[in-house]
Every structure is written in C-alpha cells, then in structure tokens.
C-alpha cells in the first residue's frame, strides 16, 4: 500500500526543516517547536490539518511581525530546490495571517508558488479583493515562470477541489474569462490543463458559457482542440447535445445493444462482476461513438446515485462489436457501497440504450 500523504510530515523532514530555520534564524526554538507540531492529536490529524498546523506552529514560535516572517520564509523555502506538496504550509501561512497585507501577501504567493502551490492560498485575497486579486492574476498569466501562469487560471477556478469555492464565479465568471483567454494557448501543458479544468468548473454552473469558449477555440490547433474536449468531459458525461454536436457525435439511431449480461447477477460488496454486450452499428457508414456505461449506485438513504464510466470513444464501422467489462464493488475512499438493488446502464452518445438490474448484498 502506498504511503500515506499526510505522513511525508515525519520526522525527518522537521529536522531538515528545522535546519533551514535555524541556518537564517539561529535563535529559532527547535524543540519547543517540534514538540508543540507532535502535540497529542498530531497522529489523528489529516494532511491538510497537518499543514495548518505547521502554519500555527511556526507563527507560535517565530512570534515575527508578518514582513519579517514572509522574508524568512523566502530564505528558507528555496533552500531546498523543486516543488514539493510539503511546502504548502508556506503559502497557507500567507493565508493565515497575511489577509491584512494584500500587496506582500499577493507577491508572496508568486514567490512561493514554484515551490509549492499557492492555489488555495490565494482564494480568501479574491473573495475579500476581488477586484485588486484578479487583476494581478491578470499580471501573473503573463509571468516568465510556468508555475505563477498556473496560479493564475488555478487559483480562480470557481469549483476547485479541497479548496474554499468562489461563489461569485459560480454566479458570473466573466471575470475569470480573460485570464484563461491569455493562457489557452500557453507553451505549458502543465498550464494549459488548468485552463481545461477551469472550463468544467464554470461548465457545471454556466454551461452555455463554456460551450460559447469550446466553439470559439475547437478546431484551431491540436493543444486548443484538447483543452476544448477536456473542459467539456461533464458536459459529455451529461449527454449534453449541443457538446456532443461540437466533437461529432451525432444521433445514435442506427446503433442498438443486445446480449447484455452480468456474470453474477446477485454478489456482495467487496465483489467484482463482468458484463459484456454486443453493439451493431446498423448504418451503412461508420458512425463515430461514445459508448459508455452508468452504474446507479444505491446510496446509505435508499436512494441511487449515477456514476458514468467511459468504456471507448471511436469510429465504428458497420456491423456489430463485441465488449467485455468488468466492475469491482470493493468499498473506496471516494465511494462506499450500501446493499440493495442497483442499474448498469449501456449509453451511446448520450442515449441510453440497454439496462439490466442487478443485487448487492453485504460482504
């Protein structure tokens, strides 16, 4: 089993950690800092508690006016060279007590951000400056440094996830708009797959908006095109018609599932099935297809709750086409299984096409 994130935090890296502090700040209080990190719910703490606590901590035992510990910080950030998530608490540190300090606040997070990303920093300085934050974000999306571009469309994403959500931008995005026109077409592949997941931010609140930008940029160059179909995958998923016009997917009239069958109909949680059907493509011309399958996953409330999978997305020629699929039922982090009955849907281009019932019962 992989490591845990949270657990990069040991103690190995507090002593690197505290070897930087102390190579600028020589009175820093080594240990009454570590001991007060590795108090007695350290242990129970998640990664993002963990990294506010740092923040606290280092606040408690610095005790430094907010310029001075942003200058410190600077020193002590870049000692050791690359990105690293670990080094979040710098940027949540300017989060923290810099609300108060917009300009050294806001070239702090440029600063850090290389380092480790100030996305989420950066969000409560656009709520309370809305107008001051943006335009810097404007500056930043023309910034020589790929990382502070990406902070630029990153950080106003309306819907980010882990972070504070920006209702304003769920309302009205214009404001985000000219940012991710000056980075859709950014040298970066790293920036421009932050535009994309910008676009379905806004596309969940303001799809119109998004299909408007999607139709504007499709078909100008290859970078462009997957920005565009990256931005629409939940328009996609929600067969919606004027998406899947725009990457042509037309009717699927002509297409008919048959032979759908589950190799166990009745299983536990834990368990896995295999499903296979066949697809006929009944035209007389090939016929480019989204085939996907919907599982109606039953909820703890007694409700389901839709989840899509994409199986393949291809150009079928006529004639019929044979799939096999398996499913795993094994509880997740992101998703926890209840008994009951359950749906596995077959789609094509946004249509359902077959469906058959299944049971989960408890391990």
């Known amino acids: 089993m ?25 009175d820093f209080k080594a240990a009454d800092f570590k001991a007060f990190v590795f108090d007695e719910e350290w242990a129970a703490r998640e990664l993002k508690d963990r990294m506010r606590h740092i923040s606290l901590s280092l606040h408690q035992y610095l005790n430094l006016p907010f310029a001075d510990a942003i200058a410190l910080f600077k020193l002590v950030i870049a000692e050791r060279s690359g990105e690293s998530f670990e080094k979040m608490f710098f940027p949540d540190y300017v989060e923290l007590f810099g609300l108060d300090h917009l300009h050294l606040s806001l070239d702090a997070l440029a600063y850090f951000t290389p380092f480790a990303s100030s996305e989420f920093a950066i969000r409560p300085f656009i709520k309370r400056y809305e107008t001051e934050a943006m335009q810097k974000m404007m500056d930043w999306a023309t910034d020589a440094n790929f990382h502070v571009r990406r902070l630029a469309s990153e950080g106003c994403r309306p819907r980010l996830p882990w972070a504070m959500a920006l209702p304003a931008f769920k309302q009205d995005p214009s404001l985000v708009l000219p940012i991710l026109e000056l980075l859709k077409d950014d040298p970066e592949e790293y920036v421009r797959r932050s535009v994309a997941n910008n676009l379905n931010d806004i596309a969940k609140d303001n799809p119109a908006v998004t299909l408007q930008i999607a139709e504007n940029w499709y078909g100008k160059n290859p970078e462009r095109d997957w920005i565009v179909k990256h931005a629409c995958r939940s328009l ?55 085939v996907e399958y919907i599982i109606d996953f ?14 393949t997305e291809r150009v079928f020629a006529p004639g019929e086409h044979l799939f096999t699929k398996a499913q795993s039922f094994k509880d997740l982090s992101t998703r926890r299984h209840h008994p009951g009955s359950h749906q596995l849907r077959i789609v094509v281009n946004g249509t359902e096409k077959a469906r058959l019932s299944f049971e989960l019962n408890l391990a």
């Open 2 to 26: 992989a490591e845990l994130l949270k657990n990069r935090y040991n103690e190995t890296f507090f002593d690197l950690l505290i070897e930087d502090f102390q190579k600028h700040k020589p």
């Open 236 to 290: 996609l998923k929600q067969a919606n018609t004027r998406a899947l016009i725009l990457f042509g997917f037309a009717s699927p009239s002509a297409i008919t599932i048959s032979q759908l069958a589950i190799d166990k109909p009745t299983l536990s949680i834990g368990d896995s099935f295999t499903f296979s059907f066949c697809l006929s493509n009944n035209d007389q011309k090939s016929n480019k297809l989204r």
């Open 298 to 311: 039953m909820k703890k409330n007694g409700k389901t709750s839709p989840k899509v999978f994409q199986i």
